[in-house]
């Protein structure tokens, strides 16, 4: 981008698009992103969701904290626990919400992560060691 140039949001855009004028290339970034946002809902909100929500922000008022409830917990605690966690809910570690055109985690090559690196250079490490 040139030094100066302004960046056009979508809504920009469709504004500018819809009054008649015409209408800047939108920045690349912007027109990913906006497919990648969900749509607002079509429908109201239940109102089993809105007490849920009620309640929520009543406890958050009182100065309760769920995650510090959680951290107070043993079981928390427990090492294990993360990983059990990610079992049983099938976790993807490396996952990402994004789009896999704008952000794919596991597009990355196996020599590229943490334990490949690690098992290269164990080799040069040991031989330094001993010269």
């Known amino acids: 981008m040139e030094t100066g ?3 056009h949001t979508v ?3 469709e504004e500018q698009s819809n009054n008649g004028e015409e209408a800047p290339a939108p920045a690349a970034e912007a027109v990913a992103l906006a497919d990648f946002w969900p749509h607002s809902p079509s429908t109201p909100c239940s109102e089993a969701l809105k007490s849920k929500f009620a ?3 009543k406890i958050k008022k009182e100065g309760k904290s769920f995650n510090e409830d959680l951290r107070r917990r043993k079981g928390y605690r427990n090492p294990d626990y993360f990983q059990l966690a990610v079992v049983y ?3 993807d570690q490396i996952g990402s919400c994004f789009d896999p055109q704008l952000f794919d985690p596991h597009g990355y090559d196996k020599s590229d992560y943490v334990d490949a690196l690690d098992k290269e250079t164990l080799p040069l490490s040991s ?3 001993y010269d």
Do not use: N, W
Request: hydrophobic share 35%.
């Open 5 to 7: 140039e302004k960046r």
């Open 127 to 129: 031989s330094a060691r």
């Open 11 to 13: 809504s920009e855009v």
């Open 55 to 57: 309640k929520f922000l």
């Open 89 to 91: 809910g099938s976790i």
